[in-house]
């Protein structure tokens, strides 16, 4: 079974534009979650997405949107972007069946996305 | 809103050396991850635990739901086990969402 990917896997950007991650899951999940890793705030939640609904959102500006398509793939968008955003950008995909037990919740992490913004 | 604090901050062994880190957190959870970093590399899960104690080859990972507590340790530690290694505690309910610790930073000397 194929594992998490992301593309691209880095990217550099200007202040001011806006850059769009993508995130394929491992087949059969219907949960994508999204991180933010920065050397001085290090790991962040985004937001997750579960059957193309926003499910979860963390504490980020509207700038940091994302979607999620009917094959489960999702995307984040960063519009007007800032130097801050430079950044390891992580998705994590989990089963979510609703089954009870452990290995249903257990997220599977992509290589990331490595934005700098100049 | 759940802390996750890590210890010891930074750790240095020799090759060979038992190693424990610890990971503690302020609020309930429904299960607790370690995770592990290498340097420039991804991250890849270790453990997902919600009660007593996992083995995976060298590595053993409890966990104690009263104290709020786990710990992650690496028997007969390598080298190639120098990476950052994160705690990481998911939310109760039908969510994914993750809190996580700052990360401690493994050297294991040859």
């Known amino acids: 079974k194929a594992g998490v990917t992301q593309t691209p896997r880095y990217l550099i950007k200007t202040r001011g534009q806006q850059v769009t991650l993508s995130c394929s899951p491992i087949?059969?999940?219907?949960?994508v979650s999204w991180y933010q890793q920065t050397p001085g705030q290090g790991l962040q939640f985004l937001f997750e997405?579960?059957?193309?609904?926003?499910?979860n959102k963390g504490n980020f500006p509207g700038r940091f949107s994302g979607r999620q398509f009917s094959n489960s793939r999702s995307e984040m968008n960063v519009s007007t972007l800032e130097l801050g955003d430079s950044a390891l950008y992580l998705c994590a995909s989990s089963l979510s069946s609703g089954r009870a037990g452990l290995k249903d919740n257990e997220q599977f992490f992509g290589p990331g996305t490595r934005l700098t913004v100049l | 809103k759940n802390e996750v604090e890590q210890s010891p901050q930074n750790l240095t062994a020799q090759e060979g050396e038992f190693i424990t880190i610890n990971c503690s957190y302020s609020?309930?959870?429904?299960?607790l991850h370690w995770l592990q970093q290498h340097p420039g590399g991804g991250i890849v899960s270790l453990f997902m635990l919600s009660s007593g104690k996992k083995k995976h080859g060298r590595l053993i990972a409890t966990i104690n739901i009263q104290e709020k507590h786990s710990s992650l340790h690496i028997t007969a530690s390598h080298p190639r086990d120098s990476a950052v290694y994160i705690c990481a505690v998911q939310d109760t309910g039908a969510n994914s969402k993750l809190t996580f610790g700052k990360g401690i930073t493994l050297s294991v000397r040859p």
């Open positions: 997405y579960f059957s193309e609904t926003q499910r």
């Open positions: 609020v309930g959870i429904s299960a």
């Open positions: 087949s059969g999940h219907r949960s």
